[in-house]
Structure formats: C-alpha cells, structure tokens
T-cell receptor
Framework: DARVTQTPRHKVTEMGQEVTMRCQPILGHNTVFWYRQTMMQGLELLAYFRNRAPLDDSGMPKDRFSAEMPDATLATLKIQPSEPRDSAVYFC??????????????FGDGTRLSIL | GQSLEQPSEVTAVEGAIVQINCTYQTSGFYGLSWYQQHDGGAPTFLSYNALDGLEETGRFSSFLSRSDSYGYLLLQELQMKDSASYFCAVRTARGSGNTGKLIFGQGTTLQVKP
C-alpha cells in the first residue's frame, strides 16, 4: 500500500535549536497538509500546498515556522528557533483534490517533537 | 468562525452499538469526514458524507443532515480493537468548490469494555 512517509519519527532537542521535519507524500497526490496535534488544541491545520504551491498557512506562527515543497516528493516544516510550547506531534497528510475528486487525506505516522 | 462539537468520551461493551454525534458551524461546507486514531498514531479515514443520508461501510456507518449541520458515526458489533479516538472533520468549500481542507473536531475517545 502507498504511504505517507515522515522523518524523523521522534525528535528531542533544546529550545532555540532549529528543527526540520520531512514528508514524502503519496505519488500522484496533488495536495499536502501539515497538522499539529496536542492534548489541548487537538488536530490543527498549519499549512497546505496544492501542486507544490502554498494555499493557506494561516494556522502557522509565521515568525518561527516555515513550510516548503522543494519538489513533488518532499515537503518540509521548519521551526527556528524552537520553543517548549512547540512540543507536539506533527502530522503530514496528502490527498488528491480536484474537480469531482473527493479523495480522503492519508496521514503519515507523525513526528513526535519534544523541545526541552 | 468554524467549530465542531463532539462528545469527549463514550464507553460501550463489546458487541454493542454506539453512536458518536457531531455538530458543526462552518463558513463553507463541502462534506463531513470521520477518522479513527489509535494511541496517537496516524489518523485513518473511515467514512465521508457529501450528501444527506446514510453511508455504510461494513460495521461502520455515517449519517449527515446538512440542514441540521449534524452528523453521526455509528459503530456496530463493537470489538475491543475499536477502542480509539474518533474525529469528525468538515471538508471546507470556497464557493461551490472543494478546497480539500479539513477542520477537525476535538475527538471522541471510545472505550470498549469486555
């Protein structure tokens, strides 16, 4: 089965450090999503891309977070500088969205991030 | 604004039927999805309703009433492995088009007891 692949699976680092999370979407999917999950806030959409173009990053703190898709097989989410409140599970998901298409989003296994 | 309401916890016994309700308020609605998540793992897709009515997929069914901004997930013949969190999620619209974007509820933790 095709899967969304996220790396790393776990990351522990000290506050102030740069964190980069990577995602390989499912081949053929044209939309990539980044979510953050915490106990308090639940699953929040941070940003998403269609055909590699950013469509909406309103859920993302702009001062420290950035998301890019350098090519169709790679999406990245960076935090610089990281803070303890960024500790969460970050999920990447991909899907096929278009005229008449109602494909579900497929999620990766997530990156569990702890900022000390 | 956009908001979704679902119960935080539900408990049921093996073999029983359970219904998880979801009400929503959104500025643009395209459809209602349901996802399952075990122990913080990857959320997995269960069901989707774009139109009013019932969708059945094996032991799981989902219902939507657009006029009432309401939907539910029905799980039948509960098994221990169904213990998980269940999320309703609105697929948003811009105009008549599907953005593909999902807004998730806070999730319902289902505990299935023997």
């Amino acid at each position: 089965d095709a899967r969304v692949t996220q790396t790393p699976r776990h990351k522990v680092t000290e506050m102030g450090q740069e964190v980069t999370m990577r995602c390989q979407p499912i081949l053929g999917h044209n939309t990539v999503f980044w979510y953050r999950q915490t106990m308090m806030q639940g699953l929040e959409l941070l940003a998403y891309f269609r055909n590699r173009a950013p469509l909406d990053d309103s859920g993302m703190p702009k001062d420290r977070f950035s998301a890019e898709m350098p090519d169709a097989t790679l999406a990245t989410l960076k935090i610089q500088p990281s803070e303890p409140r960024d500790s969460a599970v970050y999920f990447c998901a991909s899907g096929l969205v278009g005229a008449g298409a109602s494909q579900p989003q497929h999620f990766g296994d997530g990156t569990r991030l702890s900022i000390l | 604004g956009q908001s979704l309401e679902q119960p935080s916890e539900v408990t049921a016994v093996e073999g029983a039927i359970v219904q998880i309700n979801c009400t929503y308020q959104t500025s643009g609605f395209y459809g209602l999805s349901w996802y399952q998540q075990h122990d913080g793992g990857a959320p997995t897709f269960l069901s989707y309703n774009a139109l009013d009515g019932l969708e059945e997929t094996g032991r799981f069914s989902s219902f939507l009433s657009r006029s009432d901004s309401y939907g539910y997930l029905l799980l039948q013949e509960l098994q221990m492995k169904d213990s998980a969190s269940y999320f309703c999620a609105v697929r948003t619209a811009r105009g008549s088009g599907n953005t593909g974007k999902l807004i998730f509820g806070q999730g319902t933790t289902l505990q299935v007891k023997p």
